[in-house]
């Protein structure tokens, strides 16, 4: 038995490096090719998934079922389950990747030196780009796009739920980009039948040049940990809404439930509302009504308990949890320093929100709280690539090196120094 699993793991070692080895030399045939190649490939791979959405969404009713069979979070199945218009919203995202402007090549800086010599700070391809990711097959078109466009060769390691969804994406963006003249392993899938395959991709320094994770707290915090290859470490969505003592109420009460209940499976849905002690009264019973009516159920202090006997009470946990789905927690406090300082303990440094009218209190907030995106009398819904104007993102960095926030097209590249000189030597 255990050369058979010796058997097995070096089979997977040599299926994942293999594949490395191919998305190596399709990148360097990427990067030497024009905006219009890889916008007209771009294009194919849209039409494809439209013209081959039948397969793609039989295989997807495998996976959903094969995920409601095993008990799986109702939450975790909307992220998995595809249908027309999320086909054609994925179509939709590589088009708009499609209408932006190519990074490769621009430049970031330039000058001549005292020595005559130019200098230019121009941005490369990576190169390989490795994802991780759980359950959304929507994902695969993502990011397959985004590393197309950036010149970069896409290898993607979804979860073995969504298996049968992403082999069938895949199959259908490869065959476009053939049609297209562009080398079919500038996207590839690799193995999820073991988790020994995410191990080989996180050791494949090399040939690999990044690897960018995106799920749960889990999935990141074994890979930033464990791999080998650089990571660009994106985070949980701890979100938080907090409504100011000088906050428009009606104003609060939409934007609190829509962070919530737009799609509370995804990353930028709102986990947490603090509400100032000074708005509260007026507050809190027509906010509770109203998540309550939309299917929430609150886990909130003993001051936000004390408005309904509907909420259940917050344990240390709920305030540092990313619920995912109909549940928030909620606290009163007392200052605008506060509801700062709760959102720096718990948070996740992703996007926290303030709902005021007071100009020094949003300033205020913008300050104190230290996360990728901070948003003044808006959803925090709107952290997102293609609300940004990105199109679709590769996901949404919590770190500081390299990339923070949403991440589109520049974040995907690098950048080299070019140097034209006419014989200069150095003294």
């Not at 490769?104 to 005559?116: A, D």
């Not at 130019?118 to 759980?134: D, H, T």
């Not at 470490?233 to 609190?256: F, K």
């Not at 000074?278 to 004390?306: M, N, S, W, Y």
Request: net charge negative; glycine share 8%.
């Amino acid at each position: 038995m255990t050369d058979r699993v010796n058997d097995d793991s070096a089979a997977q070692r040599e299926a994942v490096l293999d594949a490395a080895s191919r998305a190596r030399e399709a990148a360097v045939d990427l990067a030497a090719r024009s905006r219009a190649d890889k916008d007209a490939a771009l294009q194919a791979m849209a039409g494809a998934l439209e013209a081959q959405s039948a397969g793609i969404l039989a295989a997807n009713a495998i996976d959903v079922e094969r995920a409601r069979a095993a008990g799986t979070p109702e939450a975790i199945i909307d992220r998995l389950r595809l249908d027309d218009g999320r086909i054609r919203g994925m179509a939709d995202g590589l088009r708009d990747v499609a209408q932006l402007t190519d990074p490769v090549g621009e430049v970031v800086r330039g000058y001549t030196l005292p020595n005559g010599l130019e200098l230019r700070q121009v941005r490369v391809p990576f190169g390989v780009v490795g994802i991780i990711y759980e359950a959304r097959p929507n994902v695969t078109a993502d990011a397959a796009g985004l590393c197309l466009k950036s010149g970069n060769a896409a290898l993607l390691r979804g979860s073995s739920s969504a298996r049968e969804s992403n082999a069938a994406i895949v199959d259908a963006l490869r065959k476009a980009l053939v049609d297209v003249g562009l080398p079919a392993d500038t996207v590839q899938l690799v193995p999820a039948e073991s988790r020994e395959s995410v191990t080989h991709l996180m050791r494949a320094r090399g040939l690999v040049d990044v690897l960018i994770p995106r799920g749960g707290a889990d999935l990141i915090r074994s890979v930033v940990e464990q791999s080998t290859v650089p990571v660009i470490e994106t985070g949980v969505g701890n979100c938080h809404v907090y409504v100011d003592e000088d906050a428009d109420i009606d104003m609060a009460l939409s934007i609190l439930v829509n962070a919530k209940t737009h799609r509370p499976s995804v990353c930028n849905a709102a986990e947490t509302f603090l509400v100032h002690a000074g708005i509260a009264e007026a507050f809190l019973p027509r906010a509770l009504a109203a998540l309550r009516d939309a299917g929430v159920t609150v886990h909130g202090d003993a001051r936000v308990a004390a408005h309904d006997d509907a909420v259940v009470p917050a344990t240390e946990e709920d305030w540092g949890t990313e619920y995912l789905s109909l549940d928030i927690a909620a606290a009163v406090v007392d200052s605008l320093e506060d509801a700062c300082r709760h959102i720096r303990r718990y948070g996740s440094a992703h996007t926290d929100a303030i709902i005021t009218r007071s100009q020094p209190a949003a300033r205020r907030f913008v300050q104190a709280v230290d996360s990728a995106a901070v948003v003044v009398n808006a959803s925090t819904r709107f952290t997102d690539g293609g609300e940004f104007g990105f199109g679709a993102e590769i996901g949404i960095s919590t770190q500081k090196l390299h990339a923070r926030g949403p991440m589109g097209l520049p974040e995907l590249t690098s950048t080299k120094y070019v140097v034209v000189g006419e014989g200069q030597i150095r003294g």
